[in-house]
């Protein structure tokens, strides 16, 4: 088996996962500056290939949107795949050290608070729901 046409296929796999969910692709720095300066409250979906985590955070993150409240903007970044776009966005995530997969909340454009591996890794997609959730009832409006 190639190695690397078995990656595309885990990679374009997890892309597909969440760009179904309504997470808008972010593949270039410029993509991630102009999505991060909207007003209003920005959820960022750091995606990731990492198996555990990853197999945990994309359908969380498919999953906690269908709420009450919700972040105005959804957007994802693909760490160790777009680097330079991943890269962008970690510069706003100012006070968190790189983590993937994870989920970081802007508002305005400023990182109001992160969900980070260690916050995914070992729990169930229900536990990071349930996580997210509590993100969105302190930081967003009703839908």
Same mark, same amino acid.
């Given at each position: 088996?190639?190695?690397?046409?078995?990656?595309?296929?885990?990679?374009?796999?997890?892309?597909?996962?969440?760009?179904?969910?309504? *997470?808008? &692709?972010?593949?270039? +720095?410029?993509?991630?500056?102009? /999505?991060?300066?909207?007003? =209003?409250?920005?959820?960022? %979906?750091?995606?990731?290939?990492?198996?555990?985590?990853?197999?945990?955070?994309?359908?969380?993150?498919?999953?906690?949107?269908?709420?009450?409240?919700?972040?105005?903007?959804?957007?994802?970044?693909?760490?160790?795949?777009?680097?330079?776009?991943?890269?962008?966005?970690?510069? *706003?995530? &100012?006070?968190?050290? +790189?983590?993937?997969?994870?989920? /970081?909340?802007?508002?305005? =454009?400023?990182?109001?608070? %992160?969900?980070?591996?260690?916050?995914?890794?070992?729990?169930?997609?229900?536990?990071?729901?349930?996580?997210?959730?509590?993100?969105?009832?302190?930081?967003?409006?009703?839908?």
């Amino acid at each position: 088996m190639d190695f690397n046409l078995f990656m595309s296929d885990v990679v374009n796999g997890a892309r597909k996962e969440i760009t179904e969910a309504g *997470y808008n &692709e972010l593949t270039t +720095p410029e993509d991630v500056d102009k /999505a991060f300066q909207r007003e =209003g409250t920005t959820l960022v %979906m750091i995606n990731s290939t990492c198996g555990c985590a990853g197999g945990v955070a994309r359908p969380a993150a498919a999953n906690a949107i269908h709420y009450d409240k919700r972040p105005d903007h959804l957007v994802t970044v693909f760490a160790g795949q777009d680097r330079e776009a991943t890269e962008k966005a970690r510069q *706003y995530f &100012e006070g968190y050290p +790189p983590s993937s997969p994870s989920f /970081a909340l802007l508002k305005d =454009g400023k990182i109001v608070t %992160m969900v980070e591996r260690h916050d995914i890794e070992g729990f169930g997609p229900v536990d990071v729901v349930n996580r997210l959730q509590r993100v969105f009832d302190e930081n967003c409006s009703e839908i």
